[in-house]
Each structure stands twice: as C-alpha cells, then as structure tokens.
T-cell receptor, first 117, second 115 residues
Framework: GAGVSQSPRYKVAKRGQDVALRCDPI?????LFWYQQALGQGPEFLTYFQNEAQLDKSGLPSDRFFAERPEGSVSTLKIQRTQQEDSAVYLC???????????????FGPGTRLTVL | AQKITQTQPGMFVQEKEAVTLDCTYD???????LFWYKQPSSGEMIFLIYQGSYDEQNATEGRYSLNFQKARKSANLVISASQLGDSAMYFC????????????FGRGTSLIVHP
C-alpha cells in the first residue's frame, strides 16, 4: 500500500488481557515510531526502531509494553496485562531516513483505538 | 527539557478567511525543527509544514505558512483561504538534537471552519 497501515483499527480488551497491535510501514522506510495518544492530548513518543534495531524505548510507560520489528519492516506493539489507563489511540509512523536528521518527515498510520474495560 | 505550548484549545474561522494557530516552544538546543500536523476525525496525522531553526525564511507549503519568530520562540501556523476540509485538530511539534529530532507534540488546537 501507499501509506502506513495499522490493525486492528479498534480493539476492546478486558483488564488483564494481552493485546498485540500491528503496524505496516511504508515499504523501504528505515525508521518506525510508536506513539500513544490519550483523549484530548497530543501523541506521546513510546519507542523508535531503525530497521530491526530498537534504538530508543524511553517512552514505554512500563515493562508491560513491548515492541518488536524483527525483519525491519512490520512492527508489533504488545501490551501485557492491560490496565484501564492503557486506553488510548496507538499511532505508528515511519520515515525514510534514520532519526537524527532534521526535517525527516514522519508518515502516520490511522492508529489503533484501544479500550480497556 | 523541550516543551511545546498551544494555548488555543479551539478556534473558529469563516470559510475563505485566514486563521493563525499559535505555538510557542522552549528548548536550550540551538538546532531544532518545528513541525505542524493536521489530525482529522479519521485519526491519521498529516504532516503540513516544517521549519528548521537555522532557516532564515519562513516555511510555506501552499495555503500553509509558518510564522517563525526565533527570538520569541514562536512558530505560528497561518492557514490562508480556509476551506471546510480544514476542520481538524492541529498539532505543533518540535524535535531537537538531544531527542534525535523525534517530535514532542503540543496538546493541539481544534479548528472549525464554518460556511
């Protein structure tokens, strides 16, 4: 596809369940980012991959959050033992070049809206 | 630490008028980039415009221009000739060298364009 895709678009989980959110970046994009966007807020950075290497995971809120990008393309964000405060929209973005370059435009996917009951 | 402030939670503008969305930032880095994104109700963040801290001229992209005032640390977005399709959330973001230019976002401004 031409853009970044994410699945599922909506996910409802019971508290304590594990969830997995998928991101398909634009083909050939080196960088991949995950963000968490709470209602009424701007996106908050979670983690960054350059190809398959996770170079920055400083934004992950707890050790229940885990992300991977094993082959340098598709990425999965996994949340274990979900809590109500995990309810948010999870956005994925990709960019052509590595991070560290000014103006390296990020292309965002439509997001996954996670609701934890 | 870097910080982005958007003080206007909501703005209204009449179709075909121009509107300015405010953004101020705070950073001690000399090298940084400022971004504006649009987020319609579909949820996707759409990149609009970019300004580098060393760029001497204000960035422009079609109907979008960035009014960059470095001394005041402001990076306001100007949308000329508003269209109904411009109704959306608008986010200002900044990336600095310390964060490897990963954007930090403001809280956003909701823009409603009415006929």
């Amino acid at each position: 596809g031409a853009g970044v895709s994410q699945s599922p678009r909506y996910k409802v989980a019971k508290r304590g369940q594990d969830v997995a959110l998928r991101c398909d970046p634009i083909s050939g994009h080196v960088s991949l980012f995950w963000y968490q966007q709470a209602l009424g807020q701007g996106p908050e950075f979670l983690t960054y991959f350059q190809n398959e290497a996770q170079l920055d995971k400083s934004g992950l809120p707890s050790d229940r959050f885990f992300a991977e990008r094993p082959e340098g393309s598709v990425s999965t964000l996994k949340i274990q033992r979900t809590q109500q405060e995990d309810s948010a929209v999870y956005l994925c973005a990709s960019s052509l070049g590595p991070v560290g370059t000014l103006g390296n435009e990020q292309f965002f996917g439509p997001g996954t809206r996670l609701t934890v009951l | 630490a870097q910080k982005i402030t958007q003080t206007q939670p909501g703005m209204f503008v009449q179709e075909k008028e121009a509107v300015t969305l405010d953004c101020t930032y705070d950073t001690s880095d000399q090298s940084y980039g400022l971004f504006w994104y649009k987020q319609p109700s579909s949820g996707e963040m759409i990149f609009l415009i970019y300004q580098g801290s060393y760029d001497e001229q204000n960035a422009t992209e079609g109907r979008y221009s960035l009014n960059f005032q470095k001394a005041r640390k402001s990076a306001n977005l100007v949308i000329s000739a508003s269209q109904l399709g411009d109704s959306a959330m608008y986010f200002c973001a900044m990336g600095t060298g310390r964060g490897s230019y990963i954007p930090t976002f403001g809280r956003g401004t909701s823009l409603i364009v009415h006929p």
